[in-house]
């Protein structure tokens, strides 16, 4: 039995990555006007030169190819935890001190998601994991993280504290 084209290897670890680097440097070409306005036939020969030198490196093509997953996963849990803010928080959103703070948090929250899996899968999660949990460093690892919330909660308190006097 064939394998249907659009879920071949070569469709998938080839061509989608080549056009996925080609469309992304010919777009920022195209908005940054390096070579000039309304030369779309260099910044096309660009992005296709970048988008084939990237084909022929396995490596960092396998990185492209495993973060995608992850883009459309995050995309989809944005969306989702979104209508649900949205429905809670109404059509009113003032950039109040809550606000700006959940900005934060989950700016956050993405970053550590994203460096998580980018160090699973270049394949050192293990080595990361025992550098952080291990027998002679977990200890260290725990204090190191109680001591950044306690900092982190006394400038939240500090700062809360400084923006609500001064309005008085």
Known sequence: MEIPFLISPYFMDFILPFVLVFVLIFAILQKIELFGQGKKQ????????????????????SIIVLLMPFLAVSVVILLVFMLLYGFVMGKKAD????????????????????????????????????????????????????IVVIIGAIVAVIKGESGSSGSG
């Open 42 to 61: 260099i910044d096309a020969l660009v992005g296709a030169v970048i988008g084939l030198m990237l084909i022929a490196f396995p490596y960092p093509r």
């Open 95 to 146: 950039e109040s001190f809550l606000n700006k703070n959940w900005k934060y948090a989950f700016g956050a929250i993405i970053s550590v998601g994203l460096v998580s899996y980018l160090v699973y899968i270049a394949g050192y999660w293990d080595f990361v994991w025992d550098l952080m949990f291990g027998r002679s460093s977990g200890q260290i690892f725990v204090n190191v993280v109680l």
